[in-house]
């Protein structure tokens, strides 16, 4: 006779085994998935944010997360016990991580906390408002990288685990990884998007296989094909769709929507489109109307030109500083008028060097690297404001005894990359070896890219697959000598680094073309997408950054004139050019529309067609998503017909009482299920049939025949799908026409799963 402990012992044994028995089994191996699935989404964000301490930070952060909603979980607390213990970890952790100074005990947070929390969620954002990718990864940034992958990880748990809704969480993980790609645009990255793809399908399926009961077995591989299904579409659309959409460049946008500017150099896409739009008017008191700069690229990977990082300060408690030049250097003052009518840049276009500024509205910051003016909080759109600007003018002789040279060390803009191709530096030496200074090297090079052995082409570069600005291109443009503003200003600008000047790009607005009219006596000017301009800067002593104009036919060639010239000198303003390449009556044109020197026609205008392509690709993409859950749901009852089992029948009733909004929950027997899809308009007579047999294939005993029902056939011999599709037709013919078209053009079961949280409330009517 066993004692009264041991029977209580076999009593909590029989409870354990029992509570195990009925857990949802592989959720260790699902919540691994979900987890590595987080991880596939990263890769892309390294395009925006430069690598650092958030990216192990935030795996930590995420792995603890959901090994701590696992284990409690497996103690059986309920699911939003588990979601608030999920985010009490996420503030204790994060609280330590970056503001253990100020909390108590070093992770409680305290009121000094959620002030430096705020501190730092404004200054990421000024960071991605006013920075270009990749952006460095400061505490700041960090902070903001790492809170969001944990909730981010919260949010998902509670999708995938507690609500069993996996494709939702597969959804929410391709926008995320999908989001910086949108934001820098660049080719897919088939590599990480296949890693993406793997996980999520392997994240659908292991959490299939959680689900235990005997009828689930023909759901199961019916919702992984359908899942798999899915996962190609999204890849073939990712590779195959995706990069016949427009690039986000500036232009290509039609009257009355804002054109943007976009700093990475890539204006072939622009400089391309059949038609202008305009985005400002200027007009200014100066000798020519100089052009206007956006911003700077000093920066060279030799791959990509990436803008100066420097730091920037608020406009309105630090006014711009005078310029400074040596000795004896003029400056001649100049005042420009702005309006900008469309054009959504957080840079304003302004002429250089500035010194002041007026009229400006909101909150604006000035980078004193550049001179250029920003707003990490609102758009140059519709800003009317004067710009008063200082540019030096020295004379030839002055030019000539000032070295090419920066003992700033802001901003690197000496250095070429390694694997430089040899040609850029053997042919700088090979134009400039007869100058004597580095001012007539420079111009040695600006007369050479500007004469007969070069033609302006937007074609070129494309046919021979050079359209881009690394050093490979570089190489192209020096050996076809054919490109536009892009090939020049690059090629100039590290020809000049190849002999120890130290150069950059600017990217801005030539000056356009007069519109005729005038306001205050002076002649008002348009400026389009079409010119938009890249051109190089090279910086001389005591004089400053000093612009050159090597793209052909384009602007005027900085030149300066001798002192001991008769209209030379400091004062002859109105004969000797200013060192900013300036706009001649070519540069009012689009440069698709200049004379091709080869052949001396003209190449298409403005008035030409617009390209519908771009419209009409994304309209059949807008299509084909819209038809997507349609298509799906077909599919999905299809694989079930074809399988015929009465697990699958039993299925096909279930989601099709989910797609008309009717609630199917977990803990319902199959006969209570049964009247009230009878209740609802089903077939009385079918819906018995299909209970009689569900009841028999997960009630009888091991071994014994369930009457056929589980062993598959065609459609057209399975009883049990023919119930089923009567029992479909019932319910359908019982709702509105409404209700019916809703039900098969968003099918609600391709996201709501039979028995889950979702699925068990009749909210969902």
């Known amino acids: ?178 989001i910086p790609s949108i934001v820098v645009p660049a080719p897919v990255d088939v590599g990480a998007f296949i890693v993406l793809a793997i996980a999520i399908l392997a994240l659908i399926r292991a959490e299939n296989r959680t689900r235990e009961a005997p009828v689930m077995a023909a759901r199961s591989s019916g919702v992984a094909a359908v899942a798999t299904v899915i996962g190609a579409v999204a890849i073939v659309g990712a590779l195959v769709i995706a990069p016949a959409l427009p690039a986000p460049t500036v232009g290509g946008v ?77 400056l001649t003052e100049s005042r420009t008028h702005v309006d900008v009518t469309q054009l959504s840049s957080a840079y304003l276009p302004i002429p250089y060097p500035a010194v002041g500024i007026e009229g400006l509205e909101g909150s604006w910051r000035s980078v004193p690297y550049s001179r250029t003016i920003l707003s990490p909080q609102i758009s140059a759109q519709g800003q009317s404001y004067d710009v008063v600007s200082n540019a030096p003018q020295p004379t ?23 694997d430089t191709p040899a040609i850029i530096g053997s042919t700088a030496r090979e134009v400039t070896a007869g100058a004597a200074t580095d001012y007539d090297r420079l111009e040695a090079l600006q007369s050479w890219f500007r004469g007969p052995d070069f033609t302006y082409s937007l074609t070129a570069p494309v046919d021979d697959g050079f359209d881009d600005t690394g050093v490979a291109a570089v190489a192209s443009f020096l050996e076809k000598k054919e490109g536009y503003c892009i090939h020049y200003a690059g090629s100039f600008a590290l020809m000049a680094r190849s ?55 384009l602007g005027t060639a900085t030149r300066f004139v001798s002192d001991a010239s008769p209209s030379g000198g400091a004062g002859a303003e109105e004969t000797a050019p200013a060192p900013t390449p300036t706009s001649t009556a070519s540069a009012g044109a689009r440069p698709d529309e200049l004379r091709d020197e080869a052949t001396g026609a003209t190449a298409g205008g403005s008035d030409s067609a617009p390209d519908l392509r771009p419209a009409l690709t994304i309209l059949l993409i807008a299509l084909a998503i819209g038809a997507a859950p349609a298509l799906t749901g077909a599919a999905r009852r299809g694989i079930l017909r074809r399988r015929g089992t009465i697990g699958a ?30 209740s609802a308009g089903a077939p009385q007579e079918d819906v018995a049939a299909l209970v009689r047999a569900i009841e028999r294939a997960s009630y009888a005993p091991a071994g014994a025949d369930p009457g056929g029902g589980d062993r598959p056939r065609a459609a057209s011999a399975s009883p049990h799908i023919a119930h089923a599709d009567a029992a479909r037709a019932g319910l359908l013919a019982s709702h509105s026409s409404f209700e019916r078209l809703r039900a098969n053009l968003l099918p609600r079961s391709l996201v709501i799963r039979p028995g889950s949280a979702f699925a068990d409330r009749d909210a969902l009517a």
């Not at 079409?530 to 090279?538: F, I, K, R």
């Open 499 to 553: 002999l120890g000047m130290p150069s950059r790009i600017v990217v801005g607005f030539l000056p356009g073309a007069y519109t005729g009219d005038t306001v205050d006596g002076q002649r008002v000017a348009q400026v389009t997408t079409g010119q938009l301009h890249a051109w190089p800067e090279v910086y001389f002593e005591g004089i400053g950054w000093v612009p050159f104009e090597p793209t052909k036919s």
């Open 254 to 330: 039609g009257a009355g929507v804002s054109a943007r500017i976009d700093p990475s150099l890539d204006l072939g896409a622009d400089l391309r489109q059949p038609g202008d739009t305009p985005v400002l008017t200027m007009r200014s008191d100066a000798a020519q109307l100089p052009n206007l700069r956006v911003t700077t690229l000093s920066i060279f990977d030799g791959a990509v030109w990436m803008p100066d990082r420097t730091r920037s300060v608020s406009l309105a408690d630090a006014p711009l500083e005078p310029v400074v030049v040596s000795d004896g250097v003029a």
């Open 649 to 678: 029948a039993w299925a096909l009733v279930q989601e099709s009482a989910i797609d008309l909004g009717l609630a199917v929950p977990g803990a319902q027997s199959p006969r209570a299920f049964g009247a009230r899809l009878v």
């Open 1 to 178: 006779m066993s004692s009264p402990e041991s029977a209580a012992a076999r009593g909590r044994m029989w409870a354990r085994e029992t509570d195990r028995a009925r857990r949802p089994r592989g959720e260790l191996r699902l919540t691994l998935m979900l987890w590595l699935s987080l991880l596939a989404t990263l890769p892309p964000l390294l395009r925006v944010i430069d690598k650092g301490s958030w990216i192990p930070g935030g795996a930590v952060l995420s792995a603890l997360i959901l090994a701590a909603a696992f284990g409690l979980r497996r103690r059986g607390l309920p699911a939003i016990g588990v979601t608030a213990a999920e985010l009490a970890l996420w503030v204790l952790a994060v609280t330590g991580a970056f503001f253990s100074d100020a909390a108590l005990w070093g992770f409680i947070p305290t009121g000094e906390v959620v002030t430096q929390a705020s501190a730092a969620i404004r200054a990421a954002s000024d960071e991605i408002a006013v920075g270009f990718a990749p952006i460095a990864a400061t505490p700041a940034m960090s902070f903001v990288l790492v809170a969001a992958l944990g909730l981010l990880t919260v949010g998902l748990d509670h999708v995938v685990m507690t609500a069993r809704m996996p494709l939702l969480a597969a959804i929410a993980l391709v926008i995320v990884w999908l």
């Open 396 to 418: 030839l002789e002055q030019i000539r005894a000032s070295a090419a040279r920066v003992t700033e060390d802001q901003v690197d803009v000496y250095s070429l990359p390694a």
